[in-house]
């Protein structure tokens, strides 16, 4: 498997550059990646806005050689077009028959939960907390290429109205935690160091 991690938008609701902000002892991005260890081959991040930052992350996060998996960094010239171009630009990447996609700032989904969802049967699998679909999902193969195929103004979810969906329910409100604003980063850390730093 390999997971595409999205890090391309202009955080412009945190009013902070969201995917450095410090999350225990790791910016937000290395928690996000993390919970692709031991599942994933690759980790493609996408880039747009300020990329130079996320490249200084990554080497960062490499450096330490800590994890299984390689860190991909691509670069996404068009990533004022919105997400799914940045999609488009991370799924021109996967070789695997199967892989992930998530916001770069969903640090708080739980390792038990990837697995779920890793493990779970069907073209698309989307993790659910008390009915909510939330991140990371998983597509196959069939599903990549359709989004290759699609217009680039289109957006992701007309691509998954094509194709039947596996919701599966997960005891893990972090599939439905990002960090879009400043009040967001503030209860992501205090749900951080409540259920993650123990």
């Known amino acids: ?35 692709f260890d031991g599942l994933c081959s690759r980790v493609i991040v996408v880039a747009g806005f300020q990329a130079e930052i996320i490249q200084e992350e990554i080497a960062k996060i490499s450096s330490k050689n800590a994890y299984s998996f390689q860190i991909k960094f691509v670069y ?24 992930f996609i998530t916001p770069g700032d969903c640090p708080l989904v ?14 698309i699998v989307i993790p659910s907390f008390h009915y909510k679909g939330g ?8 599903v990549k290429q359709k989004i290759l195929e699609t217009d680039p103004e289109s957006n992701l979810r007309v691509v998954l109205n094509g ?6 329910n997960v ?21 951080y160091h409540d259920y993650f730093s123990k």
């Open 171 to 191: 005891d893990d409100p972090g599939i439905l935690m990002d960090v879009d604003t400043k009040e967001d980063y503030q209860r992501a850390v205090q749900y």
């Open 135 to 142: 991140h990371p999902i998983k597509l196959l193969k069939e």
């Open 163 to 168: 194709f039947e969906k596996e919701y599966i």
């Open 76 to 99: 996404n010239e068009n990533f004022d077009q919105g997400m799914f171009t940045s999609i488009q630009k991370g799924c021109n990447e996967i070789k695997a028959t199967s892989f």
């Open 1 to 35: 498997m390999e997971a595409i991690v999205l890090a391309a938008g202009y955080s412009s609701r945190a009013k902070a550059f969201k995917m450095t902000l410090p999350l225990g002892q790791m910016s937000v991005l290395e928690q996000t990646i993390l919970k």
């Open 110 to 123: 739980k390792k038990e939960t990837l697995q779920l969802i890793a493990d779970h049967k069907g073209n």
